[in-house]
């Protein structure tokens, strides 16, 4: 279906392509991986028509194609679904699946027959979205079924789906699963661009390694392991990819105590306790209440009742949940969506660290001091870039998140509260922050975070919370869990036995 014939493509004086050659079989659902950088998106990006080729050839069932616009790849019969969500806020779900081709009566936009037909194209997906909402009213996740909804609703032959499960839950990218093995069966070809290696070996057929640019390798998944595929993509053995956790019980003393907090009126109350050294993971399926807690503890959602109590040595006061003074407090926030309410795009590294250091120092003071503070920070992180003058908008994702994370290590704060830690993020990248996390947990400071790769939680928490219908109805060590244990609980609920332990 697609050949790529020694594809190059340059930025200036860097290839971020060089001599790229694989074929691509109709009918299959084909992985490209690699690390952040390794090229992927460049190579989709020449597909999708958004770049184009300095040399080589890609070819379209063996005939040369050269998309000089995502308008001519349309033409020719591909579809992407982008990582990058690109749905415009002001419109509804089927003003958005349908833009630019609005199904016309009468010279008119039929709006009942494109509501109708979005309706089908995200039944597709098990979604039962109001197709009149308007996008921007929609969660992260919600807007992912939608951009997915969007690409497959195209009569196309070759589909790229890149970082399409980053916002999904479990039973989403099962019902993604069920839709990826309909086009491959209808003799569609699918590219699949992910970091997610249990899906790349679920879903796909072959699986294409990139690195630096280079083509490394392109394989069956059937004849490739996980660490086989690892040493492939970081031309190294990962041997441990979750850092070791501390040996006995988790955390030391209390630096958070959540007491009775009520996010909606006459909902559940939630009470748990956040404890120096320990990463402690809220669980669950998406949408049950585990964003709206931690959206409370940073801040960033009102809670109705309840108290939250920071403790620092013997002392404990309570705090007002707002942004200034959860940060006041050495508490940090890491969203979802980095790109929209995590990261100044426009503003360099030092810029967008510098800013944590505001917390504890004055605009001056920190001119003096960030120089050096933020030099040592980014050696320590290995954040990848020209200089800490490069503009946090030109870094790889991993990079990106990276430098988020690094803002508040700048900052002093003990306390970290992060949403989808390692979303779009590369294998390799994502094992130094699992690092990075545990190295803040050692040295005395307490993270909480969800996740919507449920591996993840298990990996690296020490205790789990698994959240259901906004309450808390178990809790876990980290160490003993498991995928079905944590699934069982969050599809049925424990909560007395819960209860039973606490009393």
Not at 32 to 43: H, M, Q, W, Y
Not at 94 to 117: I, K, Q, S, Y
Not at 473 to 484: K, T
């Amino acid at each position: 279906m697609i050949s790529f014939h020694n594809v190059t493509k340059r930025f200036g004086s860097n290839f971020a392509l060089s001599d790229v050659s694989f074929d691509c079989k109709a009918g299959s659902v084909h992985a490209l991986t690699g690390e952040n950088g390794a090229g992927k998106s460049t190579l989709m990006n020449l597909l999708a028509g958004v770049f184009s080729a300095d040399g080589g050839e890609i070819r379209l069932r063996g005939a040369p194609i050269a998309p000089e616009r995502p308008a001519d790849s349309q033409r020719l019969g591909i579809s992407t679904i982008f990582q990058e969500l690109t749905l415009l806020g002001n419109l509804t779900i089927a003003e958005n699946l349908f833009l630019g081709r609005e199904p016309m009566r009468r010279g008119m936009v039929d709006r009942a027959e494109m509501r109708t037909c979005a309706r089908a194209a995200l039944a597709r997906l098990g979604s039962t979205l109001d197709v009149d909402t308007f996008c921007g009213d929609l969660s992260v996740a919600d807007q992912q079924l939608v951009e997915i909804a969007k690409g497959v609703s195209t009569d196309a032959d070759i589909f790229i789906f890149d970082e399409p499960t980053a916002a999904l839950n479990a039973p989403e990218v099962e019902k993604l699963g069920e839709l990826l093995a309909s086009l491959k069966a209808a003799g569609k070809l699918v590219f699949y661009v992910s970091h997610r290696l249990e899906e790349i070996f679920r879903f796909c057929d072959q699986v294409t390694v990139l690195k630096d640019g280079a083509h490394v390798e392109t394989r069956p998944t059937a004849g490739l392991d996980r660490d086989q595929l690892v040493s492939l993509m970081v031309g190294r053995v990962l041997s441990q990819f979750y850092p070791e956790r501390p040996s006995g019980p988790p955390g030391g003393p209390v630096a958070l105590e959540v007491d009775r907090l009520q996010i909606e009126a006459g909902g559940p109350q939630v009470s748990f306790s956040l404890r120096q050294g320990e990463i402690l993971g809220l669980a669950g399926l998406e949408g049950q209440g585990q964003r709206s807690i931690i959206r409370a503890l940073g801040g960033l959602q009102p809670a109705v009742a309840g108290a939250v109590s920071k403790h620092e040595g013997s002392q404990a006061r309570k705090l007002d949940l707002s942004v200034v003074q959860t940060v006041l407090a050495g508490i940090g926030f890491v969203p979802e969506d980095r790109k929209i309410e995590g990261l100044y795009l426009p503003l360099s590294i030092t810029e967008n660290i510098g800013i944590g250091m505001l917390r504890r120092s004055s605009i001056w003071q920190m001119a003096r001091t960030r120089r050096d503070v933020i030099a040592s920070l980014m050696a320590r992180m290995e954040i990848r870039s020209t200089s800490a003058r490069q503009l946090v908008g030109q870094l790889s994702g991993g990079n990106q998140q990276k430098v988020m994370i690094g803002r508040w290590l700048a900052s002093g704060i003990d306390v970290l509260l992060l949403e989808e830690p390692t979303r779009g993020v590369d294998v390799g990248a994502k094992a130094e922050i699992y690092a990075l996390l545990r190295d803040f947990a050692d040295n005395g400071g307490a993270v909480l975070m969800i996740s919507s790769e449920l591996l993840e939680v298990l990996g690296l928490c020490d205790r789990i919370l698994v959240v259901r219908q906004n309450q808390i109805v178990a809790e876990l060590e980290g160490s003993a869990a498991s995928e079905d244990e944590v699934m069982r609980l969050a599809l049925t609920g424990r909560a007395a036995n819960l209860a039973e332990s606490h009393a």
